[in-house]
C-alpha cells in the first residue's frame, strides 16, 4: 500500500520536476505564427547531406550549407578549421569565420521563426545550434533546417545520421529556443540572404577584408548596394576593395558615389584623395584631403598623412 | 618548471604588449585607405586603445585554441579569420560558449529518466527511439 503511494508521488513528482527543470513556461514564438503565413509545404530536396562521424555536426552542418553555396568540400576538409577536440565539438563564431574562409558569406538570421522560415522559403537552408538536452544538461547540436509543413507540424533537418530528420515544430522550437535561437545561412557573395538588414549584412562582409578576399568583398558590397543604394559602408567597401584590387578607376568612382552621397563623410573624401593621387591627379587629390580634414573626425591624422604624402609626391614628379 | 608555467601566460603578454606598444606607436600615421570595418564596427571609439586590446586577445585566444587541442599550424589561420568583434567575444570566455557536438550522453539514471519523460513531452530531442508527440 505505502510502496504504491510512494511509487506514485515519486513519478509524479518527477513529471513536475521535469516540467519545471526543462524550463517550458515560456510561450513559443510558434503561438503567435499563423499558418497563413507559409501556406505551402517547403522542402530544398537538392541540399546534400554529409552523415556526420562522431561529434562532427559542426563541420557537417558547414560543409552542408557552404555546398550549397557552390563551394565543393567535404566535413572532414573542415574539421581541422573549426573543431576544437579537447570540446568535441565547434565554436558558432567559427562556422561564420569558416565561411568567410572559403569566400562566402555568413549572415547570422535574426532569432525569429519568421526569418528562419522565410530563409528556408526562399530557397536556402539555414543551419541551426539546437541544445537537444536541458538548459542545465545540454546536449549541443548543429542542424541544418531544408524543409517545413506548417499544417502537418514538421520540421526537416539534415541532422546527424539522419538526411530527414523530421520535428514536431514546438519541439523543434524548443531545442533551438535552448540555443537562444541562432541560426545562419551562408550565401555566395553575389546573393542577399532574404531578410538580410544593411548594417548587419556589411558586419558580415567586411571581415573578409581581413582575409583580402577582395574579389568577393567587392561582389558582396556590390550586392549590398543593389538592395541599398545610398549605404555608404557598402559605398566605402566597394571603394576600399576595388582599390586593393588595383581597380583605381572603379574605386573613384565608388568613391566618387560615397562623397555624393555623404557630403560629411571624412573618410570618403580621404580615401578618394589618396586614389586620385595614385591616378596622379594631384590637385583634384589636394582637394579632396582639405574636405577631409574640413570634415575631421577621429582619423584626422591620417588625413594629414595623406596630404602630407601628396604634397611629396608631387613635388617629386614636378 | 610548474611555476614556470604558471608565469608563462603573463609573460607572453608582457611581451606582445611591449612588440604592439612599439609597433602601434613608432610609424604615427599613415596616408592610406581608412578600413570600412572603421564605419560599420560597432565599437570604433578610442581606436588605439582598442587595436592594442585586439592584439591581446588575438594571442589569448591563441592560447585557447591550443589548449583545445587543435594543432598548433592550423591556430594561426583560424584566429586569423576571426574579426575583431569575434575575438574580443571568445576572448576569456571560451570555456562558457557552448560547442555544437552532439556529444553522447553520460548519463545518470535520474537524469536518464528525466530526459526520457520530457523527450516523451516533446520537451526535448535526445532518444531516438521516443516517439515525439505533434502539436496539432
Known amino acids: ?318 | 618548471m610548474d611555476k614556470l608555467r604558471r608565469l608563462s601566460k603573463p609573460i607572453a603578454y608582457v611581451v606582445a604588449l611591449g612588440v604592439l606598444t612599439l609597433s602601434v606607436h613608432l610609424p604615427p600615421a599613415q596616408a592610406a585607405i581608412v578600413g570600412t570595418e572603421a564605419v560599420v564596427s560597432a565599437q570604433q571609439a578610442a581606436q588605439d586603445r582598442s587595436r592594442v586590446q585586439d592584439m591581446l586577445n588575438r594571442v589569448e585566444v591563441k592560447q585557447q585554441f591550443l589548449r583545445a587541442g587543435v594543432e598548433p599550424s592550423h591556430v594561426t589561420a583560424r584566429v586569423d579569420a576571426l574579426s575583431d568583434d569575434e575575438v574580443h567575444q571568445l576572448a576569456g570566455k571560451m570555456d562558457q560558449l557552448p560547442v555544437g557536438g552532439s556529444d553522447a550522453l553520460g548519463i545518470l539514471l535520474f537524469v536518464f529518466i528525466v530526459l526520457l519523460i520530457t523527450d516523451i513531452l516533446g520537451l526535448t530531442d535526445i532518444f531516438p527511439f521516443v516517439k515525439k508527440p505533434s502539436r496539432r
Open chain 1, 1 to 318: 500500500m505505502l510502496n504504491t503511494w510512494a511509487a506514485r508521488a515519486f513519478s509524479g513528482g518527477l513529471f513536475v520536476l521535469a516540467l519545471w527543470l526543462s524550463g517550458c513556461a515560456a510561450p513559443l514564438q510558434l503561438e503567435h505564427l499563423a499558418p497563413s503565413a507559409f501556406p505551402e509545404p517547403v522542402e530544398i530536396k537538392d541540399v546534400v547531406f554529409f552523415p556526420q562521424e562522431e561529434y562532427q555536426c559542426g563541420p557537417a552542418a558547414l560543409a552542408t550549407v557552404l555546398n550549397w553555396a557552390g563551394k565543393k568540400i567535404t566535413p572532414d576538409a573542415l574539421a581541422p578549421e573549426v573543431y576544437l577536440p579537447e570540446r568535441r565539438g565547434s565554436l558558432q563564431l567559427e562556422l561564420l569565420a569558416d565561411a568567410r574562409r572559403h569566400g562566402a558569406i555568413p549572415y547570422v538570421v535574426r532569432p525569429l521563426l519568421t526569418d528562419l522560415l522565410a530563409e528556408v522559403a526562399a530557397g536556402d537552408p539555414v543551419v541551426v545550434l539546437q541544445n537537444l538536452g536541458l538548459s542545465w544538461y545540454p546536449k549541443w547540436h548543429y542542424a541544418v533546417v531544408v524543409g517545413f509543413d506548417l499544417a502537418r507540424d514538421k520540421i526537416v533537418l539534415r541532422s546527424g545520421l539522419e538526411a530527414r530528420h523530421i520535428v514536431p515544430l514546438a519541439l523543434f522550437e524548443r531545442t533551438w529556443r535552448r540555443a537562444d535561437y541562432w541560426a545562419m545561412v551562408v550565401m555566395p557573395p553575389e546573393k542577399l540572404p532574404r531578410t538580410a538588414e544593411e548594417t548587419p549584412y556589411l558586419q558580415a562582409v567586411v571581415p573578409l577584408e581581413r582575409l583580402q578576399r577582395w574579389n568577393e568583398a567587392s561582389v558582396a558590397y556590390e550586392t549590398a548596394l543593389a538592395r541599398w543604394p545610398l549605404s555608404l559602408p557598402a559605398q566605402l567597401g566597394l571603394g576600399n576593395s576595388r582599390y586593393a584590387l588595383r581597380d583605381l578607376a572603379g574605386a573613384e568612382q565608388a568613391y566618387r558615389a560615397a562623397v555624393g552621397a555623404h557630403p560629411d563623410s571624412a573618410i570618403a573624401f580621404n580615401n578618394l584623395a589618396q586614389t586620385l593621387a595614385d591616378r596622379g591627379r594631384w590637385q583634384d587629390a589636394e582637394a579632396a584631403v582639405q574636405q577631409a580634414l574640413t570634415l575631421g573626425g577621429p582619423h584626422v591624422e591620417t588625413y594629414r598623412a595623406t596630404l602630407a604624402e601628396i604634397r611629396a609626391r608631387r613635388a617629386a614628379t614636378e
